[in-house]
């Protein structure tokens, strides 16, 4: 089995940092959301990738290539993002006739992920949301089998949401109806076609797909969703302090995470708080925020905040939401 993982989106809804970094590789939990989709993946078993690349894709490219060394790994360009669809028809050649699990770039969730590739059925994840409208959407008969996929529907007639996770096993059925849908575009999307509208097509043509529900459901594409996510993470994780670090007269309030090289003096961080490599905090009290490397925060108090990486701060705040290269004083 061959995981592919759709990672060419612009990520517009995490601006300004998705600006200089690709939303997979924003940092979350001391991990970056792309991490924590591969790990899971790896660890189930799973050791041939497919990464759909277009924007900021040299940073995706280079990043798998020095963090997994040891995967076997295929990246494939989406020069024009055309929806999921087309992303995934891109991998055809490549996944010549295998069976797939797609996870889409952005979905993080709790499952059994060796139970779900162990199923000798397609399966599609599925979790009950209040709102399914902006959605795809599963209709779920009794017993788990769908009887109907639709993308975004204006009258939804369930609230299970399709989460992004697609374990496929006839993929050339797959591929056949990508073809087919991207010649019939939606009124309402004429310039992209979805993966949902395919698999609907398999559904017609006399495939089966059984839901299966997630745990949790992870939403990281906005500044509050990620924040919040970052510390329902952290608490799952559990703190994750390196080794290499100086604290002097500072106060660490679990759950945190703090990368390789932090200087902290004077400080009192926590909890919920994820800190990237060699950032320098003094005499700043920072809470339920995310940090990117090698940052300088001097005398700010900082709650529900999301910092980019090379940033300098120094003043006072409560709130800010910072991309990479920023130097700020307040006060």
Known sequence: ???????????????????????????????????????QLQDAGITEFIFIIGYLGSKIRDYVKEKYPHLQVHFVEQNERQGTGHAISLTKDIVNGDEVFIVLGDTICEYDVREVLSSPHSLLGVKRVDDPRDFGVAEV????????????????????????????RETNVMFDCLSTVSHQPHPSRPYDFNLTDALECMIRGGCTFHAFKVQNWFDCGRKETLLQSNAILLKKFGSNIASNHKFDNSILIPPVSIAEGCDIRNSIVGPNVAIGDGTVITSSIIRDSIIGAYSNLTEIVLTESLIGSDASIKGESRSLNIGDNTEIALG
């Open 1 to 39: 089995m061959k995981a592919i993982i759709p990672v060419a989106g612009a990520g517009t809804r995490l601006r300004p940092h998705t600006y200089t970094q690709p939303k997979a590789l924003i940092p979350l939990a001391g991990k970056t959301i792309l991490s924590i989709i591969v790990d």
């Open 141 to 168: 008969e009794e017993g788990g089998l769908i009887s109907q996929v639709v993308e975004k529907p204006q009258i939804p007639k369930s609230n299970m949401a399709l989460v992004g996770l697609y374990k496929i």
